[in-house]
């Protein structure tokens, strides 16, 4: 898939996520910070679609210039059917005006323990993942895949895998 002919505008300026368009598309996106509308941390799937798509919609009305815009947004979600734990998503909401397409990455189990602080204390997992691993900016990084992980899977991974799906379909010709 050549997608050098495509311009995007990515709803954020989170080097991971920008890194993460690059590995998925082999282009340099264009960045601009843009709301997400939902919490700073959502705590469903549906919140994390919904700020992905937020800032899909809200970049490529700013960047008019771009053919796409990407939403990323990473949320987490309970399952209370299966294993009554909590789990860490990555989405990829891809627009071009017309058409909204949605890609997800890896679905993470998160410890627990780092749920109940974000629900008691009002804090993102940003801040638990740069508390446990003594860094700052990890968000930035490798995030919670990084840590948990011992870096074998990092946030812009997740992240691309996400964008690739995102935009498969606006650019593969099976799709049409």
């Known amino acids: 898939m050549d997608m050098s002919a495509l311009r995007f505008a990515l709803g954020t300026t989170n080097q991971a996520k920008k890194t993460a368009v690059v590995l998925a598309t082999g282009t340099e996106p264009v960045c601009l910070a843009v709301p997400s509308g939902v919490s700073a941390q959502p705590l469903s799937e549906e919140e994390t679609i919904a700020g992905a798509i937020n800032r899909a919609k809200a970049v490529l009305d700013r960047v008019p210039n771009a053919d796409i815009g990407l939403g990323l ?14 789990y860490l998503l990555s989405v990829c909401a891809a627009w071009n005006g017309r058409q909204l397409c949605l890609g997800k990455g890896l679905f993470f189990p998160i410890p627990n323990k780092a749920v109940e602080r974000i629900q008691r204390e009002g804090i993102e997992l940003r801040t638990i993942i740069d508390e446990w691993s003594g860094t700052t900016g990890s968000n930035q990084r490798g995030g919670a895949y990084g840590l948990l992980t011992g870096g074998r899977i990092r946030r812009a991974e997740v992240f691309r895998d996400a964008v690739i799906a995102a935009v498969t379909p606006f650019v593969s010709a099976l799709y049409r």
């Open 73 to 86: 947004e990473g949320g987490l979600t309970f399952d209370d059917r299966y294993t009554n734990h909590w």
